[in-house]
């Protein structure tokens, strides 16, 4: 498995040109994620919804698989083989889930959040002009204005209606939908600033008829879809177990609960150790972490400080990564933005939007900053003030921007590693797990008020870890889960109601993803050192593991002993 580089190796090349088969069911099938990632074909394509698309899916994904297991027999080199295995695994998930949903769901779409990622996409304002007037083919395409198209909206409702009288198959969870449609209209206004941005004419008419058909379709969905929604917000549990898998945990999730929950309690003893030293420092009466860190968060950032205090912070963090030998910086800059209303109702936490990976020519990954979370049924829009403290962006910064998010996927593009360990591989634990193993190995750098925050940026990753599959399996009430969340992780109220949203139905079993990482990375790093000893560097070791891609743990074990370990020892 040899190191990839930015000169793309022959195996790369010939990986590459395996990796088409997947590349065009995902273009065919799922062209807003193929525009996000750079898959070309797929930014003039939308979403299929169109008259038998779970067997047209299902026959794809089973074609695909056939295809490449026959590729895989036929190829003997080894990389190039990891490769197809990596394509197959993923195919094969893709293939189980989906056969899990058809079987257990009714199909319902949130269709205000996948036509606004699917323009935002299209339209950033890195993409070429000649990219960015492919958004006005997709937002015809949505509205049916374009030859042989129909309207997502309506294709949508008769999918949904196809299957609306089976008996054996539930519908959305109630608060799922409710919430969709609380946010449908911030992600619908969202559209056309993009556009505006853009500087592209002839969108005012498409987009008008595209408003109107998702008027008609919310009132769809309240008619027909929430009186067959569920009161029960689980996850069927085959879907759960499924999700997991696909999230990237490895680890039985009874384990995974169990390491949590201790990891949980050490941290909070950590805490302790350390508030005294914060409150000192601060000339605070407090001694107790929580009433040391509402004290760090009653000092907040505003307005048109948050940003500019942002960007300081990224450089003093990239002075220390240069300075402590961490890793190598990328050669391109790192940037940072505040959300708009729209981006913080389809996603209302910190983020970072990922560069174009597949061609990229200089687009750069982006950190995300949401201010508040956006409107739930019963609950007004709330302000978060977990990010806007200066104590929390030494290892928030750390985690979306550099050595974190940011600074992973720029490795990937200017390291030039394979589509399968870019993008097939791409999954939560890999990338999540890297970017609070970072946040670990900066914690020792920052000021001890920095450190607090890191440590409780750390504990909420281990509530995450047991909170979301309590949640799921009802053993742990969302009430309770919130309740952890703001008296013993001192998060804000919006905070622990995105928390809560995301374990119900934003995103079941992700949450988990995070901790699992963070373990698998750190288990990896003791097991390094101990073979390597006084020869193992940091420096060389991180720029090792970006230098793979987004492999997971398994393989990931498999490189570094198999190759950086031997490298090392020889040299």
């Not at 996948?114 to 323009?119: A, D, K, N, S």
Request: net charge negative.
């Amino acid at each position: 498995m040899p190191t990839p580089n930015a000169t793309a190796a022959a195996w790369i090349e010939r990986s590459n040109r395996h990796a088409q088969v997947v590349l065009d069911m995902l273009a065919r099938f799922h062209p807003e994620t193929g525009s996000l990632f750079g898959v070309p074909g797929s930014d003039e394509r939308v979403i299929d919804l169109g008259p038998g698309i779970a067997e047209r899916e299902l026959a794809s994904l089973v074609e695909t698989e056939a295809e490449l297991a026959q590729r895989l027999a036929a190829e003997s080199d080894p990389p190039v083989r990891q490769d197809l295995e990596i394509m197959l695994d993923l195919v094969a998930r893709e293939r189980a889930i989906h056969v899990a949903a058809h079987a257990l769901l009714r199909p319902y779409h949130h269709l205000a959040e996948t036509v606004y990622r699917g323009l935002r996409t299209v339209l950033d304002h890195q993409n070429t002009p000649e990219r960015q007037r492919l958004g006005l083919v997709r937002l015809r395409r949505y509205a049916g204005l374009e030859p042989r198209s129909t309207p997502v909206a309506d294709e949508a409702m008769t999918r949904w209606r196809e299957r609306s009288g089976e008996a054996a198959l539930v519908g959305p969870a109630r608060a799922e939908v409710e919430k969709n449609l609380a946010d449908a209209a911030a992600l619908l206004d969202g559209i056309a600033p993009l556009f505006a941005a853009a500087k592209l004419e002839g969108c005012d008419g498409p987009l008008a008829t595209l408003r109107e058909q998702m008027t008609s379709y919310e009132a769809f969905v309240r008619a027909e879809v929430l009186p067959r929604a569920r009161d029960d917000f689980r996850q069927p549990g085959e879907l759960y177990a499924l999700g997991l898998r696909n999230w990237g945990v490895d680890m039985p999730l009874a384990e995974l609960v169990s390491r949590a929950r201790v990891s949980f309690r050490e941290i909070q003893n950590e805490m302790n150790a350390l508030a005294p030293l914060v409150a000192r420092e601060l000339g605070l009466e407090a001694r107790d972490y929580r009433d040391v860190l509402r004290a760090l968060k009653s000092r907040q950032l505003e307005g048109e400080a948050i940003l500019p205090h942002y960007e300081a912070r990224l450089e003093e963090l990239e002075a220390i990564i240069e300075r402590e030998r961490i890793v190598s910086l990328p050669d391109r800059p790192a940037q940072i933005r505040l959300a708009t209303a729209a981006e913080t109702a389809a996603q209302p936490a910190p983020h970072m939007q990922p560069p174009r990976l597949i061609g990229n020519t200089g687009e750069r990954g982006t950190f995300v900053l949401p201010l508040a979370m956006s409107a739930s049924p019963g609950h007004a829009a709330l302000p978060y003030d977990d990010f806007t403290f200066e104590a929390a962006s030494w290892t928030l910064t750390a985690h979306e921007a550099r050595p974190g998010h940011e600074l992973q996927f720029a490795a990937l593009v200017e390291h030039g590693v394979s589509i399968a360990r870019a993008l097939f591989a791409f999954n939560s634990v890999n990338v999540e797990g890297w970017a609070l193993y970072m946040e670990a190995e900066m914690k020792p750098y920052e000021p001890l008020e920095g450190q607090l925050a890191a440590l409780q940026h750390r504990l909420l990753r281990a509530a995450r870890a047991f909170l979301d599959p309590g949640v799921q399996a009802q053993t742990i009430t969302p009430a309770e889960a919130a309740r952890v969340l703001t008296e013993e992780v001192v998060v804000s109220e919006a905070m622990a109601r995105q928390e809560t949203e995301r374990y119900m139905f934003r995103a079941p079993g992700q949450a988990t993803s995070y901790f699992c990482g963070y373990q698998r990375l750190i288990e990896l790093r003791v097991e390094a050192e101990h073979a390597l000893g006084a020869r193992f560097d940091r420096l060389r070791y991180h720029d090792f593991l970006l230098a793979q891609g987004l492999l997971p743990p398994a393989l990931l074990r498999r490189a570094v002993f198999e190759q950086f370990v031997p490298h090392e020892r020889a040299s």
